[in-house]
């Protein structure tokens, strides 16, 4: 059973060659919502020796799963998308009150997470290799070909973040299957029912027994074990910096792929459009609350330009709605829990006394910070340079484009820009400098569309996401040389 009722708990279960179970229901975590601390359900906090089982099922189901025909792998995860579509306000009911998100922007991530699934159904036929002719390369006769394709890497771990439980997770899962992976998952605790719930989608659409597995508890008590467990063949991980580098300190040599924090700048030239500008710098800034990687998380503003746009962006503020999303699609609500919020402050105080201006917010209710603007923020402030995930936005004023390059460039991560400029040359100017995996010319910072390449580099990443590149990342050339007489 999907969940179980058990001493007043209900608790779900993980799914463990096809078969949801509980291992054991002495020992749980319980999930409580961030909007009003309700018990939403309990998780296992799983054992060792259930995790083995999980990764355990899935390397004995690879060889076989690798088998299936691309054609019918297709088909599989297309029926996944049509179990999404048809289960979305169930789903969306579970993520808005798991994970504090409005309802607007959850049923918004799962019909995303249903494209996403069918557009890598439909990638099936890029999942191929050459043939290499020996005599191209001197020395050689042709009495030697090599036939190239392409192979899965065995058993992927998938470990997704909070802040898009569904989208993050199957933005893993679905091209890992593709590429003739199984897949053990390990949700965030804090949206790990909706992972479950994406899992049942998976089950229920006919992916066999054992391909796809689940394991839930805390990172911080299993995730050692199980990123370096020796039958994890490569680890797919998306969440904060710290962890990432961890992960990778750990793992020595096993292939990653690692999507992490970012402190996203939207750099703000002389020619821009500040009316457009200041529209995507909200956008990006404060939705749901500022918790998305590629928020808009630093504005680098020239001086000459810097009071019109702040108020444009003083105008654009307020389309940005505050309150409890079970009562509304509202821009900000709580954040994920109370220690998010502690740190959120601590920017904020470190801010105000080092001399930021203050223009808006800057206040706590409860578990929501309310949405705040810094003007004059200089980089000896926390909030230059460290993640909030929260809706805090600082402004700093530079003297030139290049200036703001170089402060954009100090940053430890390394994820987006966006540049706002009608000149093109500009746009590419500043872009071939930004030391980041993306930029946005005269657009918010953000990952979507979901085929497109997204990665972070520094800090905030390593390796390549997105439908088909993840395929590539979880797969491997095979190399068959055939010698004529
Ligand atoms: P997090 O605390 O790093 O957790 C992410 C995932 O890692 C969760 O499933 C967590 O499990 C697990 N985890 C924790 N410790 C672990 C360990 N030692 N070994 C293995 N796994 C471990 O991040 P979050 O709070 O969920 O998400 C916010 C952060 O993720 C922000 O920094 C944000 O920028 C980043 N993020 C990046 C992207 C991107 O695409 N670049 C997207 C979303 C979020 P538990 O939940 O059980 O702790
Ligand atoms: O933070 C997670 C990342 O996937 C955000 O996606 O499209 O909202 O930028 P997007």
Redesign the pocket.
């Known amino acids: 059973m999907f969940f179980q009722n058990i001493d007043g708990k209900k608790i779900y279960s993980n799914l463990l060659k096809g078969k949801w179970e509980i291992k054991n229901h002495d020992n749980t975590i319980e999930v409580k919502s961030p909007i009003n601390g309700e018990t939403v359900g309990f998780v296992e906090a799983m054992s060792k020796e259930a995790v083995d089982e999980a990764i355990n099922v899935a390397k004995e189901t690879q060889l076989s799963w690798r088998d299936v025909p691309t054609n019918e792998k297709s088909k599989l995860l297309h029926n996944v998308a049509d179990l999404l579509e048809e289960r979305i306000e169930e789903m969306a009911d579970v993520m808005v009150i798991e994970i504090g998100k409005d309802r607007r922007s959850c049923m918004s991530e799962i019909k995303r997470t249903a494209d996403l699934i069918r557009f890598t159904a439909d990638t099936a036929e890029n999942i191929k290799g050459e043939s290499i002719p020996g005599d191209s390369f001197p020395g050689f006769k042709n009495d030697k070909i090599s036939i190239v394709t392409r192979e899965p890497l065995g058993v992927v771990l998938a470990?997704?973040?909070?802040?898009?439980p569904v989208n993050?997770a199957a933005s893993k899962i679905a091209p890992a299957l593709m590429a003739g992976n199984t897949v053990v998952f390990?949700?965030?605790?804090?949206g790990s029912i909706c992972g479950l719930y994406l899992a049942k989608a998976f089950n229920e659409a006919g992916i066999p027994s054992g391909v796809l597995n689940t394991i839930t508890?805390?990172?911080?008590e299993i995730?050692?074990y199980?990123?370096t467990h020796k039958d994890i063949d490569f680890v797919n991980?998306?969440?904060?910096?710290?962890?990432?580098k961890?992960?990778s300190r750990i793992t020595e040599m096993k292939p990653l792929l690692m999507?992490?924090?970012?402190k996203d700048a939207a750099i703000v030239l002389e020619d821009a459009d500040l009316t457009l500008a200041a529209k995507n710098i909200v956008s990006g800034a404060f939705s749901y609350s500022g918790q998305?990687?590629?928020a808009v998380k630093r504005v680098l503003v020239l001086d000459t330009i810097a009071d019109k746009l702040v108020e444009e962006i003083l105008n654009k503020i307020d389309s940005v709605t505050v309150g409890n999303p079970l009562e509304g699609d509202f821009t900000v609500g709580p954040l994920?829990n109370s220690k998010s919020c502690d740190f959120v402050e601590g920017l904020i105080e470190d801010a105000k006394n080092k001399g930021a201006k203050l223009l808006l917010g800057g206040e706590r209710k409860g578990n929501i910070i309310m949405p705040t603007l810094f003007d004059n923020v200089t980089t000896d402030m926390r909030i230059a340079w460290e993640?909030p995930?929260g809706p805090v936005l600082p402004i700093i004023r530079v003297k030139s484009a290049d200036e703001a390059i170089k402060i954009a460039n100090e940053s430890e991560y390394g994820?987006q820009s966006s540049v706002f400029t009608n000149d093109i040359n500009k746009a590419f100017y500043v872009a071939n400098r930004l030391e980041v995996g993306t930029v946005q010319v005269n657009n918010k910072t953000e990952?979507g569309p979901d085929h497109f390449p997204?990665l972070?580099v520094k800090s905030?990443?390593m390796g390549t996401?997105g439908v088909q590149y993840s395929i590539e990342a979880m797969s491997r050339p095979k190399a068959t040389v055939i010698n004529l007489k």
Do not use: H, M, W
């Not at 508890?217 to 911080?220: A, L, R, T, Y």
């Open positions: 470990i997704s973040p909070f802040n898009y993050l390990k949700p965030a605790t804090q508890g805390k990172g911080s995730g050692d199980v990123v991980f998306t969440g904060s910096s710290e962890v990432g961890r992960i999507e992490l924090g970012g998305r990687c590629t994920i993640e995930f994820l990952r997204f972070g905030s990443g996401q």
